[in-house]
Antibody, heavy 123, light 110 residues
């Protein structure tokens, strides 16, 4: 049973860069032709898709965040990462990592989610 | 403001049936992209409830069903139970935005 676990700092300063990692356990990140994704949820608000990375490294980003976001994958360590630059208070949110099903496309549902990690942007 | 529109809140009594709507447009649901539904209990991650408009993942009770028509979709919950009290989100893909879009969420009170 594949499980995802986010990790990273809970507090970051404005203008800095946020780095989060999603560790994949119970399976290989490079098997099954999966897309891996980051999604965030502002406090008390709805869900916002950040971007995808395919196991081969191809990426797709939310156009509204594209200029500040980088998603990468490390198949040797079985995790994928998110970097968000030029942080402001508006980036305060719970960040989830999630997976698309085997051989899924970017229009498919997220079948597995991490538990989420709260990130607060404040000086 | 979300690309997909859901009612902010709904309520129902145990045993009743409720329908949560998800209204989209010609660039997402109306373009033929699938709609998926998630249930989010307080303090937890969303859980996939319906995928591909009408399909239930293994383990999801058949009290939950989905439908899609034109530019909108619906999640139907029959035989409401107290444990169904949660936030529900619809998701699709939008060709104009070139990305995944979510509804704003519906808080269901039982």
């Amino acid at each position: 049973q594949v499980q995802l676990q986010e990790s990273g700092p809970g507090l970051v300063k404005p203008s800095q860069t946020l780095s989060l990692t999603c560790s994949v356990s119970g399976g290989s990140i490079s098997s099954g032709n999966h897309y891996w994704s980051w999604i965030r949820q502002h406090p008390g608000k709805g869900l916002e898709w950040i971007g995808y990375i395919y196991y081969s490294g191809t990426t797709y980003y939310n156009p509204s965040l594209k200029s500040r976001v980088t998603i990468s994958v490390d198949t040797s360590k079985n995790y994928f990462s998110l970097r968000v630059s030029s942080l402001t208070a508006a980036d305060t949110a719970v960040y989830f990592c999630a997976r698309l099903p085997e051989f899924g496309t970017i229009t498919d549902a997220f079948d597995i989610w991490g538990q989420g990690t709260m990130v607060t942007v404040s000086s | 403001q979300s690309v997909l529109t859901q009612p902010p809140s709904l309520s129902g009594a145990p045993g009743q049936t409720v329908t949560i709507s998800c209204a989209g447009s010609s660039s997402n649901i109306g373009a033929g992209y699938d709609v998926h539904w998630y249930q989010q209990l307080p303090g937890t991650a969303p859980k996939l409830l319906i995928y591909g408009n009408t399909n239930r993942p293994s383990g999801v009770p058949d009290r939950f069903s989905g439908s899609k028509s034109d530019t909108s979709a619906s999640l139907i919950i029959s035989g409401l139970q107290t444990e169904d009290e949660a936030d529900y989100y619809c998701q699709s893909y939008d060709s104009s935005l070139s990305g995944v879009v979510f509804g704003g969420g519906t808080k269901l009170t039982v």
